[in-house]
T-cell receptor
Framework: EAQVTQNPRYLITVTGKKLTVTCSQNMNHEYMSWYRQDPGLGLRQIYYSMNVEVTDKGDVPEGYKVSRKEKRNFPLILESPSPNQTSLYFC?????????????FGPGTRLTVT | GQSLEQPSEVTAVEGAIVQINCTYQTSGFYGLSWYQQHDGGAPTFLSYNALDGLEETGRFSSFLSRSDSYGYLLLQELQMKDSASYFCAVIGAGTALIFGKGTTLSVSS
């Protein structure tokens, strides 16, 4: 089954404790992206990657890191989480080989930083 | 900069037709997409318009006017299951997908 998976789905952590949210897709997509969703603010892009070893900042990259060492994986790293990073996070992927720009989203990771 | 404007809430009754508008401002423009998100779930793709005009997919249609930087999503024969948030999104410079803040559609019987 074609899908984007994220782990963990739920995470409660404390300020300053490094964490990684994993994202993996099995569709051989070149493009992968991370979004955060907050009430009333919609989906805001954190980082995106056009292909392996190519990453770029989105609209809200502060406090986050990413890496793209393999095509299927795009982990999101919070080196020193703070309470303002409490949010719902979505990973997404798409192929660059079509005209529709259709993105496939993972199920989401709900992060709480206390 | 890039920005999208869409209404925050829309209400309708079952069987009705509803139109959700989206105006955008972006540097570089490839097209306009629409996504649906049920409460707590992942956004799912509905449609994409790259050229002016109407695209129809079943009960849902999407329209784009590039000269007016405007588009809309038209939902016909509304059903209770259509209650969800709807996001317009532009594919802009760098082919990044930038989302609007979303429109919450409530369908009542």
């Amino acid at each position: 089954e074609a899908q984007v998976t994220q782990n963990p789905r739920y995470l409660i952590t404390v300020t300053g404790k490094k964490l990684t949210v994993t994202c993996s897709q099995n569709m051989n997509h070149e493009y992968m992206s991370w979004y955060r969703q907050d009430p009333g603010l919609g989906l805001r892009q954190i980082y995106y990657s056009m292909n392996v070893e190519v990453t770029d900042k989105g609209d809200v990259p502060e406090g986050y890191k990413v890496s793209r060492k393999e095509k299927r994986n795009f982990p999101l790293i919070l080196e020193s989480p703070s309470p303002n990073q409490t949010s719902l996070y979505f990973c997404a992927s798409r192929t660059t080989g079509t005209d529709s720009y259709e993105q496939y989203f993972g199920p989401g990771t709900r992060l709480t930083v206390t | 900069g890039q920005s999208l404007e869409q209404p925050s809430e829309v209400t309708a009754v079952e069987g009705a037709i509803v139109q959700i508008n989206c105006t955008y401002q972006t540097s570089g423009f490839y097209g306009l997409s629409w996504y649906q998100q049920h409460d707590g779930g992942a956004p799912t793709f509905l449609s994409y318009n790259a050229l002016d005009g109407l695209e129809e997919t079943g009960r849902f249609s999407s329209f784009l006017s590039r000269s007016d930087s405007y588009g809309y999503l038209l939902l016909q024969e509304l059903q209770m299951k259509d209650s969800a948030s709807y996001f317009c999104a532009v594919i802009g410079a760098g082919t990044a997908l930038i989302f609007g803040k979303g429109t919450t559609l409530s369908v009542s019987s």
